[in-house]
């Protein structure tokens, strides 16, 4: 089975820093998902990655996916407070359309 | 996108008692569903695919007569967990696949 491996476990940094979440992936990945999470609550999706190779910016949120497909980056640039909270990798299974995820990581933001 | 309504987004239930989960394509006809179950501080982890029509494919450690699940629209799929035990307390969370994956907003169960 596929597993995805996220780093770092938790994050704290100080408003305006960039900061980079990793996500490894066991096989090669079909599709890679970026969401972020506040605890207890539903997944907001960032962003999709499926070529070798792709980069996706959305504002100040930067994911790319290596030519190899298994491993994911996410830079967030001049980091918010309301960067915050949890942010799942999830890979694509492929034809049975399963998404398995990262345990995730904490950000957080101080002012 | 597709949009997921999932209902309710919290409930509380006395041990033994059953509870209902419902999750909604708004504007999406899903052949299949995927429930997901998350516990504090961890991440999601697929219980189930809900089949519109047929039954549900449970994931390895899962117990079905324990979470039942019902597909009976391509719009609606429902997660009941029976007998329930404060164990099963959780965040369960719905999800739709179309192009892109889109999630309920999530039901927190408590079960006291």
């Known amino acids: 089975s596929q597993e995805l491996e996220q780093s770092p476990q938790s994050l704290i940094v100080q408003e305006g820093k960039n900061l980079t979440i990793n996500c490894t992936s066991s096989?090669?990945?079909?599709?890679l998902y970026w969401y972020k999470q506040k605890y207890g609550e539903g997944l907001i999706f960032l962003m999709m990655?499926?070529?070798?190779?792709e980069e996706k910016s959305h504002e100040k949120i930067t994911a790319k996916l290596d030519e190899k497909k298994q491993q994911s980056s996410l830079h967030i640039t001049a980091s918010q407070p309301s960067h915050a909270g949890i942010y799942l990798c999830?890979?694509?299974?492929?034809?049975?359309?399963?998404?398995?995820f990262g345990k995730g990581t904490l950000l957080t933001v101080n002012p | 996108g597709a949009v997921v309504s999932q209902h309710p987004s919290w409930v509380i239930c006395k041990s033994g008692t059953s509870v209902k989960i419902e999750c909604r394509s708004l504007?999406?006809?899903?052949?299949?569903m995927f429930w997901y179950r998350q516990f504090p501080k961890q991440s999601l982890m697929l219980m189930a695919t809900?089949?519109?029509?047929?039954?549900?494919?449970?994931e390895q450690g899962v117990e079905k007569d324990k979470f039942l699940i019902n597909h009976a629209s391509l719009t609606l799929s429902t997660l009941t967990v029976t007998s329930a035990h404060p164990e099963d307390s959780s965040f369960y969370i719905c999800?739709?696949?179309?192009?892109?994956?889109?999630f309920g907003q999530g039901t927190r169960l408590t079960v006291v």
């Open positions: 096989k090669t990945l079909y599709g």
């Open positions: 999830g890979a694509d299974g492929g034809s049975n359309y399963k998404l398995t």
């Open positions: 504007d999406f006809q899903a052949t299949t």
């Open positions: 809900s089949n519109e029509g047929s039954k549900a494919t449970y």
């Open positions: 990655l499926q070529k070798g190779g």
């Open positions: 999800s739709v696949r179309g192009t892109e994956a889109f």
